[in-house]
Structure formats: structure tokens, C-alpha cells
């Protein structure tokens, strides 16, 4: 037989013997995108201070997108450069129901309003944003964006951050484009002594205008109109502001989560919402009972009863009247003259679903009161949002969102006052939370504060908000509804709410999203593959076989083919030698100074951070047969036929998408 042709054969079939067994054992360290401690310690020690940067993106994202363009880096983010960490946010796109009616403002698709997402910036390029994409890891963004209605938020990176007694940490208030939103990163601890807040920054209030029909008893009942005559503007919602709504800007009809404005002639504003509580929304809100007398005027109202409840916004109150007893005579009763104190009040906005990995909103702004005496009260503005990442949150602080009173009226008082904002959102994922108190409360009802006989309608009060951590328990973690406002007329003073009802309890104990919810790029952690060739020990290239009496080399190559790091100290790499071979004990190769022991290492992909096979403990022996091994045995010097298994272990912490090869001899019987 050829010996060439020989040869082979014998190769392949001692490889198959050689390849028999290797086992490879190392500890991935997981992570998300994100540089923790990049900013160091951050203290705040005065009142307002802004530690976000908030940029407009100027086009539509779409999902698995790598880039952001935004208005102006220079401008609005002059901080941001590689490695920091920012949050993409859309606040409002939803579509609504524009029919003439109590649905008028259903949410019949929420589209991209409340998706939010976190990534590592790779670097800047003119007003580009390009995002970290580790090898492809990360895919780009999670979710798609609007064209105009997303923001980038720079994120704080601190190893730690204090907030002294009597400082604060705010947003920029929300412009209709960017802020409202507080977001920050602390590696370690958060120490609240102070507040984080974001009262009164999110969704904006509608505004007052002074045109209004005459007072009669036709006058308008619709609930959307184009006709600033014919009503108050709504509140600012998931679903745009003023010329965003379908319909127009005006009327009682609530948008979303926006509160609806009083009608002509001069009804209050309802209350914005956020939380939903679980009851069903009906836009009327909460009658106050804090009287047990008012129970008799709210049975009578024709729309609700003492016992109604409702989620969401509180209702605006009642239209212009003078005098009557309101306890025995009903709303639209002519006996009551003027506009006859009919039911035409702002409805209270709707709840929103949370979802805690997927969306968060801001509360609702409150209608305006209708007006036409330059005396009637905006809406109140909604709570933004605050979303802390931290390993531990503590202090005697508050970490709050609360909404925004509805204006009170003003001058002469002849006019109606506007609905409370809703609570906000705040979101605290830590792995120790403690101490620290929380708000998301709904803003009241603005007051009529008329000293004579004619009333209108106060404001409704806002809905609470949501409240989600992880890591223990705050002390009091309060999602209330705002209160109705009130009048002071002095023909309501056996029932000052005057029609105006309270908004809801939002949704104060909820869960933080967990690591696998939150939307992080999340990167593939270290991940290891090793394996085994073996090849004929021919360093003098004299074409030697693999026959008996020459030396084969074992080769392994392991890689780390994730994207961080393997745990230093903890890769295992073992070998059972099969029994056709012998251990060599020597030199690896004699020619090389560099390379002392029976072992070779080699950075074959990048610089691995890895170290072997010379020190103490990093190769171990075994002489026992079968596959169960009891390492402790000294090979003798030379080749040692007793060596069975072989137990290696690097030192140091395997880098990302690097590879080593870890080589030994052995001769052939």
C-alpha cells in the first residue's frame, strides 16, 4: 500500500481517538448598553437644577434603525458624546375618535405615544446620533418613531448622585415638543433628601379664550366644536393639542387623556387623567360627599347620582346661574334663569393602560372654563415623567409628578375656572429602595371666587398617576385624585361644588419593568466555544506522519464569540487523553525562550486578556482512567504515560469576540 495513502487512513483514525473528549466550562458576565459611573459623583445642593438635555428628532425612526437625526446637537444636547446613554421618548401620536358624542376622544390606536427606549450613543456626525451597535448585537431602535414627536434625552451616568435637603432635580417643562421627562442612571446609590420632581411639566392645560354664546337654554351641548364661541379648549393628551384633535379644539368631549372644555355659557373645565384605577370611565367623575347634604343635589344632577364613580379626570361644573336652591331644583331647571345651570361641564380625560416596559405617558392637562368676561381659569397641566435607574435609592426626600391645579378665575370671577392636570408617571428601578416618598397626585379643580350671586360651573379635579418600583417598599407612594373645585357665589352655598366632581385614584404600587421588559439593548453576554485538532509536531518541516514514535500537537481554540466579557478566573478547560498517546512533560517547544512548560498559549484574535499555562494551579493532572478524574498528580518529568485527563485554567477575564489557542505535545505508541 501507498504509504502516503497509509498515512491517512492512520490519521483519521487516530483523530477520531484524539477528539474524543473535551469539556469547557467559563462564567458570562451580562450587560446592557450603557457606560455605568461614565459622569463620576454628581451632588445637588440648589433649587431646579436640570440635569437632562433634551433634543428634538427631526425625522420618522423606524425600527432597527442605527441613527437619529435630531434639530440641533450643538444647541439643544452640547454635552453628548460616545458612551452616553440616552433615552428616546414619543410622547403623544395617538388617534382618536373624533365623533360628535361622549366617545368623542376614545383612543382607537395609541400608535408610538409612550414608547421609550434606552441606548449607548457610538458617536456624533453633524446633527446624526449614531447608536452603539455592538457587532450587530443590539439590531438598532426597539420600536418605530413619528416623524417630529420623539425627543432624545441625555441620560446622567453617575457612580453616585445627591440630592441635599432643601434642592430639587426638574425637567424642562414640556413645550409640545421636548421635556417633561426627568431620566437618570446611578451605578451605585441615590440619595433623595431633597426632590426629583416633575410637577406640573408634562401635558399643557387648555387655554383660555373670552368668546362664549349668549346664556339660553339652547345653547351648546355638542362635544367637540371648531367654534371657540360655542366652548372651552380641551386639555393637551396623548393625542396632540388644539389643532391635532379631530373636530377642533373646543367642547366639553375629553381627548384621551386630556380633560375636557366647559361649554358655552361658561361651564367649568373637566380634570385630566393618567392611572387607571380598574373602574369603568363615564367622563363624570367623583361626586363629592364630603356633605351629606350634597348627596340630594348630586341625585338630582339627571346625569350622575351620590353614588357614580368613574376612573380618570373629574367633570367640570355646571353653566351660568343665579339664584335657586340647589339642593331641590335641578340642573337645566328654567327656574334657575340665565343659562339655567345646565349640565355641559368639561368630562373628565381617560385613564391610560400602563405598561411598564412598553409605554409610559405623562398626565393629562385639564380643560379651560368657559369664559367671556376675560375672568375664566385655564387648565391645569399634567406631571411629566421620572424614570431613576439605580442599585440602591434612599433619603428622607420625595420623588414626585404631580399635576397642576386648574386655574382659578380671575378680576370680576364671572367666568369658569379650568380642570386640574393629572398625576404623572414615575418609575424607580433599584435592586435597595427604602425611605424615599412618592406623589403622582391629580391636580384640583380651580375655584370660582365670585363674591355675589352668580355662579358657574368650578373646575373638575385631575386623575391620579402611576407609580412602579422594584427593590422594597416606599414609606407612601400616593396616586390621589385632585378635588373639584368650588364657588363662592353666594346663591351655592348649600353646594359649592356646584356640579364639579373629584378625579380618581391613579395607580400608586406598581411593578418597575424588569430587565428582560426594560427596553435596554441588551448585549449578548460572553459566551464561550472551544475546540480540539490535533496535528503532526513537525517543527523542522521534514513532512513527518502520524505514525508511532513521532509527536502530534493538541490544539485548542477558545473563543469568547458574545459581546462581554467571561468572568475573570473562571474559564475550565478539560481534556481526557485518550490511550493510545503520551503526555509530554517538557519543554513545548525548545526553540522558542518564550515559551517555558509543556504548554503554549496564543492570542489568535485580539488581545484576549487571558494568561497561561505556566503559573501555579493553572494546569492540573490527573492519572486516573475513565472519565471521572481526581487531579493532584505530578507528572514525571519528560513523557509520562500515567498522565489521563488534564485540567486547565486560564487566568484573567476573556474579552468580548476574541479567541486563544492553548497547544500541548504528545507521542503516538
Same mark, same amino acid.
Given at each position: 500500500?501507498?504509504?502516503?495513502?497509509?498515512?491517512?487512513?492512520?490519521?483519521?483514525?487516530?483523530?477520531?481517538?484524539?477528539?474524543?473528549?473535551?469539556?469547557?466550562?467559563?462564567?458570562?458576565?451580562?450587560?446592557?448598553?450603557?457606560?455605568?459611573?461614565?459622569?463620576?459623583?454628581?451632588?445637588?445642593?440648589?433649587?431646579?437644577?436640570?440635569?437632562?438635555?433634551?433634543?428634538?428628532?427631526?425625522?420618522?425612526?423606524?425600527?432597527?434603525?442605527?441613527?437619529?437625526?435630531?434639530?440641533?446637537?450643538?444647541?439643544?444636547?452640547?454635552?453628548?458624546?460616545? $458612551?452616553?446613554?440616552?433615552?428616546?421618548?414619543?410622547?403623544?401620536?395617538?388617534?382618536?375618535?373624533?365623533?360628535?358624542?361622549?366617545?368623542?376622544?376614545?383612543?382607537?390606536?395609541?400608535?408610538?405615544?409612550?414608547?421609550?427606549?434606552?441606548?449607548?450613543?457610538?458617536?456624533?456626525?453633524?446633527?446624526?446620533?449614531?447608536?452603539?451597535?455592538?457587532?450587530?448585537?443590539?439590531?438598532?431602535?426597539?420600536?418605530?418613531?413619528?416623524?417630529?414627536?420623539?425627543?432624545?434625552?441625555?441620560?446622567?451616568?453617575?457612580?453616585?448622585?445627591?440630592?441635599?435637603?432643601?434642592?430639587?432635580?426638574?425637567?424642562?417643562?414640556?413645550?409640545?415638543?421636548?421635556?417633561?421627562?426627568?431620566?437618570?442612571?446611578?451605578?451605585?446609590?441615590?440619595?433623595?433628601?431633597?426632590?426629583?420632581?416633575?410637577?406640573?411639566?408634562?401635558?399643557?392645560?387648555?387655554?383660555?379664550?373670552?368668546?362664549?354664546?349668549?346664556?339660553?337654554?339652547?345653547?351648546?351641548?355638542?362635544?367637540?366644536?371648531?367654534?371657540?364661541?360655542?366652548?372651552?379648549?380641551?386639555?393637551?393628551?396623548?393625542?396632540?393639542?388644539?389643532?391635532?384633535?379631530?373636530?377642533?379644539?373646543?367642547?366639553?368631549?375629553?381627548?384621551?387623556?386630556?380633560?375636557?372644555?366647559?361649554?358655552?355659557?361658561?361651564?367649568?373645565?373637566?380634570?385630566?387623567?393618567?392611572?387607571?384605577?380598574?373602574?369603568?370611565?363615564?367622563?363624570?367623575?367623583?361626586?363629592?360627599?364630603?356633605?351629606?347634604?350634597?348627596?340630594?343635589?348630586?341625585?338630582?344632577?339627571?346625569?350622575?347620582?351620590?353614588?357614580?364613580?368613574?376612573?380618570?379626570?373629574?367633570?367640570?361644573?355646571?353653566?351660568?346661574?343665579?339664584?335657586?336652591?340647589?339642593?331641590?331644583?335641578?340642573?337645566?331647571?328654567?327656574?334657575?334663569?340665565?343659562?339655567?345651570?345646565?349640565?355641559?361641564?368639561?368630562?373628565?380625560?381617560?385613564?391610560?393602560?400602563?405598561?411598564?416596559?412598553?409605554?409610559?405617558?405623562? $398626565?393629562?392637562?385639564?380643560?379651560?372654563?368657559?369664559?367671556?368676561?376675560?375672568?375664566?381659569?385655564?387648565?391645569?397641566?399634567?406631571?411629566?415623567?421620572?424614570?431613576?435607574?439605580?442599585?440602591?435609592?434612599?433619603?428622607?426626600?420625595?420623588?414626585?409628578?404631580?399635576?397642576?391645579?386648574?386655574?382659578?378665575?380671575?378680576?370680576?370671577?364671572?367666568?369658569?375656572?379650568?380642570?386640574?392636570?393629572?398625576?404623572?408617571?414615575?418609575?424607580?428601578?433599584?435592586?435597595?429602595?427604602?425611605?424615599?416618598?412618592?406623589?403622582?397626585?391629580?391636580?384640583?379643580?380651580?375655584?370660582?371666587?365670585?363674591?355675589?350671586?352668580?355662579?358657574?360651573?368650578?373646575?373638575?379635579?385631575?386623575?391620579?398617576?402611576?407609580?412602579?418600583?422594584?427593590?422594597?417598599?416606599?414609606?407612601?407612594?400616593?396616586?390621589?385624585?385632585?378635588?373639584?373645585?368650588?364657588?363662592?357665589?353666594?346663591?351655592?352655598?348649600?353646594?359649592?361644588?356646584?356640579?364639579?366632581?373629584? $378625579?380618581?385614584?391613579?395607580?400608586?404600587?406598581?411593578?418597575?419593568?424588569?430587565?428582560?421588559?426594560?427596553?435596554?439593548?441588551?448585549?449578548?453576554?460572553?459566551?464561550?466555544?472551544?475546540?480540539?485538532?490535533?496535528?503532526?509536531?513537525?517543527?523542522?518541516?521534514?513532512?513527518?506522519?502520524?505514525?508511532?514514535?513521532?509527536?502530534?500537537?493538541?490544539?485548542?481554540?477558545?473563543?469568547?464569540?458574545?459581546?462581554?466579557?467571561?468572568?475573570?478566573?473562571?474559564?475550565?478547560?478539560?481534556?481526557?487523553?485518550?490511550?493510545?498517546?503520551?503526555?509530554?512533560?517538557?519543554?513545548?517547544?525548545?526553540?522558542?525562550?518564550?515559551?517555558?512548560?509543556?504548554?503554549?498559549?496564543?492570542?489568535?484574535?485580539?488581545?484576549?486578556?487571558?494568561?497561561?499555562?505556566?503559573?501555579?494551579?493553572?494546569?492540573?493532572?490527573?492519572?486516573?482512567?475513565?472519565?471521572?478524574?481526581?487531579?493532584?498528580?505530578?507528572?514525571?518529568?519528560?513523557?509520562?504515560?500515567?498522565?489521563?485527563?488534564?485540567?486547565?485554567?486560564?487566568?484573567?477575564?476573556?474579552?468580548?469576540?476574541?479567541?486563544?489557542?492553548?497547544?500541548?505535545?504528545?507521542?503516538?505508541?
Amino acid at each position: 500500500m501507498n504509504r502516503q495513502l497509509s498515512d491517512i487512513a492512520l490519521r483519521r483514525s487516530l483523530s477520531s481517538v484524539y477528539l474524543a473528549f473535551l469539556a469547557l466550562c467559563g462564567t458570562a458576565q451580562f450587560s446592557r448598553a450603557e457606560t455605568p459611573g461614565k459622569d463620576g459623583p454628581i451632588t445637588v445642593s440648589t433649587s431646579n437644577t436640570v440635569l437632562n438635555e433634551y433634543g428634538q428628532v427631526s425625522g420618522a425612526l423606524l425600527a432597527g434603525q442605527s441613527s437619529i437625526p435630531v434639530t440641533s446637537l450643538a444647541g439643544d444636547l452640547p454635552s453628548l458624546e460616545a $458612551g452616553d446613554l440616552i433615552m428616546i421618548y414619543q410622547a403623544q401620536g395617538a388617534t382618536i375618535s373624533g365623533v360628535n358624542s361622549v366617545d368623542y376622544g376614545a383612543v382607537t390606536n395609541l400608535n408610538s405615544a409612550g414608547r421609550y427606549e434606552f441606548h449607548t450613543v457610538e458617536s456624533i456626525s453633524g446633527n446624526t446620533i449614531n447608536l452603539q451597535g455592538y457587532g450587530g448585537a443590539c439590531g438598532g431602535l426597539t420600536y418605530g418613531y413619528d416623524i417630529n414627536r420623539a425627543q432624545v434625552i441625555r441620560v446622567p451616568q453617575a457612580t453616585t448622585l445627591t440630592v441635599n435637603s432643601g434642592s430639587s432635580i426638574r425637567s424642562d417643562i414640556w413645550d409640545g415638543s421636548t421635556g417633561g421627562v426627568v431620566a437618570l442612571h446611578v451605578r451605585d446609590t441615590l440619595t433623595v433628601n431633597g426632590t426629583i420632581h416633575t410637577n406640573a411639566r408634562g401635558f399643557r392645560g387648555g387655554a383660555v379664550d373670552n368668546l362664549t354664546t349668549p346664556p339660553n337654554i339652547a345653547g351648546p351641548a355638542e362635544y367637540v366644536s371648531s367654534d371657540a364661541a360655542r366652548g372651552a379648549e380641551k386639555g393637551e393628551s396623548i393625542a396632540g393639542y388644539r389643532d391635532d384633535y379631530p373636530g377642533g379644539r373646543y367642547n366639553r368631549g375629553a381627548p384621551a387623556n386630556g380633560g375636557g372644555g366647559g361649554n358655552a355659557h361658561n361651564a367649568g373645565g373637566g380634570g385630566g387623567a393618567n392611572g387607571d384605577n380598574g373602574l369603568t370611565w363615564n367622563g363624570q367623575g367623583n361626586p363629592d360627599r364630603s356633605v351629606a347634604a350634597w348627596d340630594s343635589a348630586w341625585d338630582i344632577d339627571g346625569t350622575l347620582t351620590s353614588l357614580t364613580v368613574s376612573s380618570g379626570g373629574g367633570r367640570g361644573g355646571y353653566t351660568y346661574a343665579r339664584d335657586g336652591d340647589a339642593l331641590t331644583r335641578p340642573p337645566g331647571d328654567s327656574g334657575w334663569g340665565n343659562d339655567f345651570r345646565r349640565e355641559v361641564g368639561g368630562l373628565g380625560g381617560r385613564p391610560l393602560t400602563f405598561q411598564a416596559g412598553g409605554r409610559l405617558f405623562f $398626565g393629562g392637562g385639564g380643560g379651560a372654563g368657559d369664559g367671556n368676561n376675560s375672568a375664566a381659569g385655564a387648565g391645569g397641566r399634567g406631571g411629566g415623567l421620572v424614570f431613576i435607574i439605580a442599585d440602591t435609592v434612599t433619603g428622607s426626600g420625595l420623588i414626585n409628578s404631580n399635576g397642576q391645579a386648574g386655574r382659578n378665575t380671575t378680576s370680576g370671577h364671572n367666568d369658569a375656572p379650568g380642570g386640574g392636570g393629572a398625576g404623572g408617571t414615575v418609575v424607580v428601578k433599584a435592586n435597595t429602595l427604602s425611605s424615599v416618598r412618592m406623589r403622582v397626585r391629580g391636580g384640583r379643580g380651580g375655584n370660582q371666587l365670585i363674591t355675589n350671586n352668580e355662579n358657574e360651573g368650578p373646575g373638575g379635579g385631575g386623575g391620579g398617576g402611576v407609580i412602579a418600583y422594584s427593590g422594597g417598599t416606599p414609606p407612601s407612594a400616593l396616586a390621589t385624585g385632585g378635588v373639584n373645585g368650588t364657588t363662592s357665589a353666594t346663591s351655592m352655598t348649600e353646594f359649592i361644588p356646584n356640579g364639579a366632581t373629584r $378625579g380618581a385614584l391613579g395607580q400608586p404600587n406598581e411593578s418597575a419593568p424588569s430587565d428582560a421588559e426594560l427596553p435596554f439593548c441588551v448585549i449578548p453576554p460572553g459566551r464561550l466555544t472551544a475546540t480540539k485538532s490535533v496535528s503532526v509536531w513537525d517543527p523542522l518541516n521534514e513532512d513527518l506522519y502520524n505514525i508511532p514514535g513521532n509527536d502530534v500537537v493538541y490544539t485548542f481554540d477558545i473563543q469568547n464569540t458574545g459581546y462581554t466579557p467571561v468572568e475573570i478566573d473562571t474559564i475550565v478547560l478539560r481534556d481526557m487523553l485518550p490511550p493510545e498517546v503520551t503526555f509530554y512533560n517538557g519543554e513545548f517547544d525548545p526553540s522558542d525562550a518564550a515559551v517555558t512548560g509543556p504548554f503554549e498559549f496564543e492570542d489568535i484574535t485580539g488581545v484576549s486578556g487571558l494568561t497561561c499555562c505556566s503559573g501555579s494551579g493553572e494546569a492540573e493532572y490527573s492519572n486516573t482512567a475513565g472519565v471521572v478524574a481526581s487531579f493532584g498528580y505530578i507528572p514525571d518529568p519528560g513523557y509520562d504515560d500515567d498522565v489521563r485527563h488534564i485540567r486547565v485554567s486560564p487566568g484573567g477575564e476573556m474579552a468580548p469576540q476574541t479567541s486563544v489557542a492553548i497547544r500541548f505535545r504528545a507521542r503516538i505508541k
